[in-house]
């Protein structure tokens, strides 16, 4: 009879020693949704900087304030650095919750793990040494990231945050119906939906009201920010 230790059985044992020993898929770790089950939508709107205008969309700050509807923000260090007051002004909102978008917006794939920590960590430092404030959310600019990303995020205890419907809400040619299209298609239990509240969505404010008072409330959905969406947790009234 031949040996079971045949140097092939032994290869093979080793491969299934070493994959199973390896840590789960990186990707496991990027969030992209709430849990499937829980009746919360998360509205998220990213704070990149902007060349040009205002770069904060007053109206529909004034609209989710007004209407007391929960939202998280990711905030960029450039745009924070020209937005204090609007800094100020979402930070001090109760069911709002604040997040960070990198320092400059860079394309973190085209740099190295050490330059991608600096990007991903002058955000986080402001918010921190300036306003006192922990933010532990991070959403990638552009949603681009790579391994060495979502490692460097992981070390950072910070919590990595995608979306799973995307609302188009920066292009210029995109009327309010084909937003609102999209979301009737995609807006489920648990779907966290990027937006922008730097004032390049032109359609962003009428979206969101479509949202609030007629999508959601069809649907039995909640408004709710990142992190009670994450443990599908209601703000109290
Ligand atoms: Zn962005």
């Given at each position: ?143 681009e990231f790579n391994d060495e990303t979502v490692n460097v995020v992981q070390a950072l205890g910070l919590q ?14 995109i009327t309010a119906n084909q937003i609102q299209d999209r979301f009737k298609r995609s807006v489920r239990k ?45 703000a109290a009234p």
């Amino acid at each position: 009879m031949r040996s079971f230790c045949t140097p092939q059985i032994l290869g093979l044992l080793l491969t299934v020693l070493l994959v199973t020993a390896l840590p789960p898929r990186t990707q496991a770790q990027v969030i992209t949704s709430g849990p499937p089950s829980c009746p919360g939508v998360a509205l998220t709107f990213d704070l990149c900087p902007v060349r040009k205008g205002s770069g904060y969309d007053q109206a529909l700050i004034d609209y989710l304030i007004e209407q007391k509807i929960p939202a998280t923000f990711f905030m960029s260090g450039k745009w924070m650095a020209r937005h204090e007051q609007n800094v100020q002004a979402l930070l001090q909102v109760p069911f709002f919750e604040i997040g960070t978008h990198g320092e400059v917006h860079a394309h973190l794939p085209l740099h190295s793990s050490e330059e991608q920590k600096q990007e991903i960590l002058g955000p986080v430092r402001l918010l921190k040494t300036k306003y006192s404030h922990n933010a532990t959310l991070f959403r990638p600019p552009y949603g681009e990231f790579n391994d060495e990303t979502v490692n460097v995020v992981q070390a950072l205890g910070l919590q990595f945050i995608l979306w799973n419907v995307v609302s188009g809400d920066p292009d210029q040619a995109i009327t309010a119906n084909q937003i609102q299209d999209r979301f009737k298609r995609s807006v489920r239990k648990g779907s966290i939906i990027v937006m922008h509240a730097n004032g390049k969505g032109r359609h962003t404010r009428e979206v969101v009201q479509a949202l609030q008072e007629q999508l959601m409330p069809e649907r039995n959905l909640t408004p709710m920010t990142m992190s009670d969406l994450l443990q599908c947790r209601q703000a109290a009234p």
